[in-house]
Every structure is written in structure tokens, then in C-alpha cells.
């Protein structure tokens, strides 16, 4: 194989089910980034009380804890394409019919909390079944540029198109943004059906497994597999300390450096900005160093971020910090769902991402509890030396899986 041949493989073709698996994800991204942004206007709209509007975004992990393992065992049960495009008609239903409600003024806080939380349950079913899906999709040698251009593409169209468009949805009237959200998610299960992948070859189940059995394998195998495990307790570990940052990010850029809401709006902009970047140079950076390697590089880089983001006291360092750290997330993302990918038996793939999912989605809740009691001890800028903290122990246990 020449070296050009080798570089036309590692490049998906868009042709061949990619190009609308892409699509797919990216028109779903872009609804569901109009959702995000709207449905807590909505909420404040309806009720001043703040635990009733945080309870909002509470049902959007919570059936992660409680499903995620199962939706990744049926991922690995069914046909991946039906599974998908099937969740997408009736999460395009539901839309619709919420749209339909906050039009005619019937919305509450009780439909809010409803929606979140069957909409995010159905998620955890698509998602698995998208990871397990995309290797049937493409060759394996551009898994890794394949995962980078849909991460990227979702970035582009929940970070820099949705985000601007709500408000002018919304002078046009309050149930646009969802009955939009609505439209994504037919448009998406269309370009999903029509994908003409056969569903892949899988063992025969022994008589008498069960949907708990095969959850148990799925967890069986990756604590027995010394790459993905580490990986997973890394992955992990981070995501508490991304949770944490999330969380009082705004109470940092406002507060600790007394910026103002452009400020912060800067700061968001420039982690997207970082985050497409990372996009471009994610799949050549792990081809070239190795997975596990580029893994561990986007981590020591956002140590790095953390540590000066938590003691340069100058209202740029946000902006600036948070665009490098944003390109290492991206490399640490791609790289690490393609490992996944490439590592894990096909037909346990969907349960291996739920076991990643559920445990990251954890941390996410948890960190940003933990961030709030870090801030209010130690002052504003500690839950981001905090951050910084819990990334040197997720190096610590990736460490021993560098070659």
C-alpha cells in the first residue's frame, strides 16, 4: 500500500452511510442546542423559585444513572439504525407535541421536568447505538478522523449556529425553538433509515440470558481490560473536574476577575473556538503519537490550563486558557471514543460506551456540587485548581498504560 493509499483510507468516505450518519448527528446537535438554550428561558418564565429551574437540568442526568447501562444492552441486542432512527420519531413527537403546549400556554414546570427526563432516556439508547453503529459505517483505519469530524460538526452547530439563533426564534414566538427541535429530529431519523447497512453479525444469545446478565458483562469486560479500565477511571475523574468548572465558571469570570457577561460569553466562544480546533488536528495527533499517548498529552496540557486559569488574575486568561483547553478536550474525546471503538468486541460495543456515559455523567453532578462548596471555602478561583487536582490523578492512572 503506497503512502497515499494509506492516507485515502484513514480519511471517511462520505459516500457509503458517514456522510449521512454525519448529517444525522449534526441537524440533532443543532435542535437540540435550540432546546438547551430556550427551555431554561422558559422555565424562569414560569417559576422564580431556583430549585424548580435547576430540577430542569437535574432530569437531564438523571436517567443516565438509572438507564445508561441498559440502553447500552439493548443497543447491543437490536438493529443500531432502527433503534436510532426509531428514538428520533418519537422524540420528534414529543417535541412536537410540547411545542404545541407552550403555543397554546399550557406549559408548566411539571411538563418541563417530563420532557427532560424522557427525552434524555430515550438518549441514552441512541447514543450507544450511534458508537456502536459508526465502525460499521467507515474503515477501521478512519475511525479516528470519522469521530472527529461529527464531534467537530456537533461543536459548529450547538456552539456558534444555535446558540445566536434562539433569540431571534423567540421574537418570533416562545414554542419556535422546540417546535425547530422537532423538525431536527425527523429530518435526522429520515437521513438514518435511509441507511442501507445491514445490522451486524452477532453471537447467538445463550438460552436464558437476560438484559442484567448482559449489563454485567459489558462491566465484566472492561474491568478486566486493562486499557479501557484506566481509561474509564481517567475519564472518569476529569469529567468531575470539567463538572466543577461548568458549574462556576460564570462566578469566576464575574466574580474573582470582576469581568462582565460579555466576558464570560467571550470566554464560552473561545472554548467552542478551541474546541473545533482540536477537531482538526485530534485524529492525525493520535495516529502519530497513539491513542493512549495523545490521551495523556490533552490531559498534562490541561493541567497546564487549570493551574493558570486558577492564578493569573487578568480578565484575558479565561479566554485564552480555555481555547487551549477546549482543543486538548476535543483530542481527549476523539481519541479516546475511538480507542473504545477499536478496542472492545463489536457486539459488547454499546454496553462498553454505556458503562463510559453513565459513569461520566455521574461525575458531572457531583463535581459541580463539590466545586460550589470548594468555592465558597476557598474563594472563586479554587474549583479550578480543584479541576486541576483531579486531572493529575486521572495522568496517574493512564501513566502505566504508555508503552
Known sequence: MT???AVEVRAPAWRGGFGRLWSAAV???????????????????????????????????????????LGG????????????????????????????AVALGHASIALLLALAFLLTTLQTLFDNAATALLPSLVARPALAAANARVMTGQQIAGGFLAAPLVPVLLVVGVAVPHAANAVTYGVAALLIASLRTAAPERPPRKAGSTLRGEMAQGIRFLARERTLRGLCLATTLCNIAMGGLIATLVLHVTG??????????????????????????????????????????????????????????????????????????????VSQTTLMQESAPQEMLGRI??????????????????????ATAWGLNAPALLGAGLFVLALASLGPLIN
Open 353 to 374: 460506551s454505556s458503562v463510559f456515559r453513565t459513569l461520566s455523567t455521574a461525575g458531572a453532578p457531583f463535581g459541580a456540587l463539590l466545586a460550589g462548596a470548594v
Open 73 to 100: 444492552a439493548v443497543a447491543d441486542r437490536v438493529d443500531q439504525r432502527r433503534a436510532m432512527w426509531g428514538v428520533d420519531l418519537v422524540r420528534a413527537a414529543l417535541m412536537a407535541a410540547f411545542a404545541g
Open 256 to 333: 474573582w476577575l470582576d469581568g462582565g457577561d460579555r466576558a464570560y460569553a467571550l470566554t464560552l466562544t473561545a472554548f467552542g473556538a478551541g474546541s473545533v480546533a482540536g477537531g482538526l488536528v485530534a485524529g492525525r495527533l493520535g495516529e502519530r503519537i497513539g491513542r493512549v499517548r495523545a490521551v495523556f498529552l490533552a490531559g498534562a496540557v490541561q493541567v497546564g490550563c487549570l493551574v493558570a486559569l486558577g492564578t493569573v488574575r487578568e480578565i484575558w486568561a479565561p479566554a485564552l486558557f480555555l481555547a487551549v483547553f477546549g482543543t486538548m478536550n476535543m483530542v481527549w474525546n
Open 27 to 69: 441537524v440533532s446537535r443543532f435542535g437540540d442546542a435550540l432546546r438547551t438554550a430556550a427551555l431554561p428561558l422558559l422555565a424562569a418564565s414560569l417559576t422564580d423559585d431556583p430549585l424548580l429551574i435547576a430540577s430542569v437540568t437535574a432530569c437531564g442526568y438523571l436517567p443516565w444513572l438509572l438507564f445508561g447501562l
Open 3 to 5: 503512502a497515499v493509499e
